[in-house]
């Protein structure tokens, strides 16, 4: 009797703890991304999408490899290296995941979309045919303009080379054929 009433508390205790591990993950990356909500907004929608990329919805390996390029010093970022530093590597796919698994933000583009520029075939097979992103590279589709044409800068500057490809695909393009590949991405 003493032992089937031990078993029975037990085995409650044991299941609770068991259900409370997951919630309390839960909290433990819900607490961590909050650092992220200051620039990149409480769902990964950023108050200044000029300056500082959406994440919600992005792609999950895209979003992995530039927090690892942020921890190791691959990626440059007043801002993101020392958060990124500061986490530990098992958090970063977590991080990642979370932000992955919100949904891209619906967005209405005022005025007609941009022409479909010259030479914006060349990204489709790494950025997909819609510019969703996919497991090597991120969306592109739906982000601002401005965050858009400083990063192909970026990359056609080396100021920015943690990609072996972008630098010279961005590199290979004229400053206004970049404009317009962001003023068409940024509409879709």
């Given at each position: ?15 609770l ?38 994440i ?58 941009a ?74």
């Open positions: 009797m003493i032992t089937r009433h031990f078993f029975a508390i037990f085995g409650a205790g044991l299941g703890a068991l259900l409370a591990g997951p919630a309390l993950a839960a909290d433990d990356i819900e607490a961590k991304v909050q650092m992220c909500v200051a620039c990149h907004g409480q769902n990964g929608v950023p108050t200044d999408p000029k300056t500082i990329p959406i919600a919805g992005q792609q999950q390996s895209y979003l992995v490899k530039q927090l690892h390029d942020y921890r190791s010093g691959d990626r440059d970022n007043a801002v993101m290296s020392p958060i990124a530093k500061g986490l530990a590597q098992e958090d970063l796919r977590k991080i990642a995941a979370y932000f992955a698994a919100k949904s891209w933000p619906a967005q209405h583009v005022a005025g007609a979309s022409p479909r520029p010259n030479g914006i075939a060349q990204c489709q097979p790494c950025h997909q045919p819609n510019f969703e992103g996919g497991p090597p590279a991120p969306r592109l589709a739906g982000l601002s303009y401005e965050y858009l044409v400083a990063v192909m800068r970026s990359f056609a500057a080396d100021e920015r080379s943690n990609n072996g490809d972008m630098p010279k695909f961005m590199r290979a393009l004229t400053d206004r054929e970049r404009d317009a590949m962001a003023r068409y991405l940024s509409a879709l």
